[in-house]
């Protein structure tokens, strides 16, 4: 769901970098003309690398707190990794240093209304355990964005039903998920932002 969401937005043959790639299958997803994937695990870069080996996609072993990468690109995702960094602004402002004007970062975490539910999910053997992570709002990402130098161009939430069931995903998520209540109980916050350049 969330890579059909991504793909509504990003055109194919677009220069992708992906922070957060794990095994890379999003970035491979969205068909760029470039795409550079990085990963704090090295485990999982050898395995994005062993798993995907066009050209035209690159895998490497690197940390955004601390590095940025002098390149621009026409897409930036930062897939559910927001809640896994320690100082969200600088690694914000570190991702700057890879935006042109055009460029859109895709910022997707996790809904704290869903909290209690993973929570119990993780309990019951049904969801797979994770690190602990911060759960943040939209209005938390959005006020680091800002203070980042970037603005908002879209957020919102996503997958009110995220499972893969013919029909029915395609009814809550695009029709239920966009009625008033409704439309503030996805699983996914999902958020557009675009840098703020001098005139």
Request: net charge positive.
């Amino acid at each position: 769901q969330i890579l059909r969401k991504l793909r509504h937005h990003i055109r194919p043959g677009a220069r992708v970098l992906e922070w957060g790639c794990g095994r890379g299958d999003l970035l491979a997803g969205l068909d760029p003309a470039k795409g550079v994937g990085v990963d704090l695990s090295p485990k999982m870069v050898a395995q994005a690398k062993a798993k995907n080996t066009a050209e035209h996609l690159e895998f490497r072993e690197g940390n955004l707190h601390d590095q940025a990468i002098n390149e621009e690109f026409d897409a930036i995702v930062m897939d559910y990794m927001c809640g896994y960094l320690t100082d969200i602004q600088q690694c914000f402002e570190n991702v700057r240093a890879s935006c042109h004007p055009r460029t859109r970062v895709y910022i997707t975490s996790l809904n704290n209304l869903w909290k209690p539910f993973f929570w119990l999910g993780q309990k019951l053997g049904i969801v797979l355990k994770q690190p602990a992570s911060n759960w943040l709002t939209t209005d938390d990402l959005v006020n680091l964005l800002e203070l980042s130098g970037f603005e908002i161009v879209k957020k919102s939430s996503e997958q009110i039903f995220p499972f893969k069931i013919p029909l029915l995903d395609g009814f809550f998520n695009n029709f239920v998920g966009r009625l008033p209540f409704f439309r503030h109980m996805g699983v996914s916050l999902f958020i557009i932002a675009r840098p703020v350049m001098k005139p």
